[in-house]
């Protein structure tokens, strides 16, 4: 089954509104990832958090290792943040990630 | 900045020929991957390697083979492609510690015809 569930799928906002984004996981991660695909685009890291609560400017993460979940938090989002916002657990060992299939994000201006 | 390149960006092919995607990074990483991308499907690991000379099978490797001759280099051979084949192919390079960043090339779009 998939090890990495995103939800929602889809998100549509108006510009200046918040985002969250969740992400639930089958078992322990030990690396917990969250990636920004532009339409048609490549995969960009945005943040690295197995644990605990990481911001970094209008984005926030907080991953709850016992509970198997993520979340991304995004602020005051812009027409530029639209996008696919991916999730990935470490695999096993040896450094693999498993992708969840992704939360598509359009804000609106 | 860490660089992954991928070539060819576009690819179509024939069923039963052979294609090849070819990867390059000049980040030092030894680890690199290849995944492909499917619409309902995400990101899917096809194959990995750990370094110079080896290859790993990941989730779904049936139908491909990797090749890793160098630390830079890391290929995607399909010996008899199928329309099954078609997809959006992304190579990656990472280090080898559990907490390392992967840093995606910007994929090859192949058209199994």
């Known amino acids: 089954g998939q090890q990495v569930q995103q939800s929602p799928s889809s998100l549509v906002l108006q510009e200046g509104e918040n985002a969250e984004l969740q992400c639930n996981f089958s078992?322990?991660?030990?690396?917990l990832q969250w990636f920004y695909q532009s339409p048609g685009g490549s995969l960009v890291s945005l943040l690295s958090?197995?644990?605990g609560t990481k911001h970094t400017g209008r984005l926030t993460s907080t991953t709850v290792t016992k509970e198997r979940r993520s979340s991304l938090h995004i602020s005051s989002s812009q027409t530029t943040d639209s996008g696919t916002y991916l999730c990935?657990?470490?695999?096993?060992?040896?450094?693999?990630?498993?992708f969840g299939k992704g939360a598509k994000l359009t804000v609106s201006p | 900045e860490a660089a992954v390149t991928q070539s060819p960006r576009n690819k179509v092919a024939v069923t039963g020929g052979k294609v090849t995607l070819s990867c390059n990074q000049t980040?030092?990483?030894?680890?690199m991957y290849w995944y492909r991308q499917d619409t309902g499907h995400g990101l899917r690991l096809i194959h990995y390697?750990?370094?110079?000379?080896?290859?790993e099978k990941g989730d779904i490797p049936d139908g491909y083979k990797a090749s890793r001759p160098s630390q830079e280099n890391f290929s995607l051979i399909l010996e008899l492609a199928t329309p099954s084949q078609t997809s959006v192919y992304f190579c990656?390079?990472?280090?080898?510690?559990?907490?390392?960043?992967?840093?995606f090339g910007a994929g090859t779009r192949l058209s199994v015809l």
């Open positions: 990656a390079s990472g280090r080898t510690s559990s907490q390392n960043t992967l840093y």
């Open positions: 390697s750990y370094g110079a000379g080896s290859t």
């Open positions: 980040n030092n990483h030894n680890n």
């Open positions: 078992s322990t991660a030990t690396q």
């Open positions: 958090n197995p644990s």
């Open positions: 990935a657990r470490e695999q096993g060992t040896g450094s693999k990630l498993s």
